[in-house]
């Protein structure tokens, strides 16, 4: 499943700015947020979330957001949070090289795929932050090859010869 964030019709965070720039990230943390502790991640394991742009705020603030929330409801730890937040996917679409050393520091690589926000992002957009992907001098060549082909295992369907042959 793929987040993608919106505004709704109505709804203005910054007057005059495009919906893209007033509240795209932070909608998709609290989307994110809400999944967690709503229990949702724990309740669906199976589902497999791809949360684009990545992630939003969420890799940033998720050890804020888990230790506030922790203390709050003592019913969830702080680490069991962390758990069902690093299970998300997170897509490099829109992620600008500032932000990739919190993605970086929160993800496993093997759950950051490669995304570039077509079409609805500009198409020279969406290749200035390709590009910025391409130059990330903290990625090795090989941590590059896992973010571009990363999408291709998380969406191989595992078993289905199986379910095929069954029936």
């Known amino acids: 499943m793929l987040l993608h964030p919106t505004t ?30 709503s229990g949702h991640m724990r309740r669906y394991p199976d589902v497999r979330i ?8 969420l890799p940033y603030a998720a050890s804020r957001f888990a230790e506030l929330y922790s203390s709050m409801n003592p019913g969830r730890s702080s680490d069991e ?13 829109l992620v600008a090289p500032s932000g990739m050393p919190s993605l970086l520091a929160f993800a496993d690589l093997d759950h950051i795929v490669f995304g570039t926000d077509y079409p609805y992002a500009p198409p020279h957009v969406s290749k200035t932050f390709t ?10 060549s090989e941590d ?10 998380l969406f191989a369907r595992s078993g289905s010869e199986e379910l095929h042959r069954q029936g």
Do not use: C, W
Request: glycine residues 10%; hydrophobic residues 40%; proline residues 6%.
């Open 144 to 153: 590059k090859d896992l973010i571009n082909r990363g999408a291709a295992t």
């Open 81 to 93: 949070l962390m758990g069902d937040m690093r299970r998300f996917y997170f897509d490099t679409a």
């Open 131 to 140: 590009t910025n992907l391409d130059n990330y001098a903290s990625l090795s």
């Open 50 to 57: 791809v949360l684009v742009h990545g992630g939003g705020f």
């Open 8 to 37: 709704p019709a109505g709804v203005k965070v910054l007057r005059g700015q495009p919906s893209p720039m007033e509240d795209y990230p932070a909608d998709t943390t609290k989307a994110a947020f809400d999944l967690v502790v």
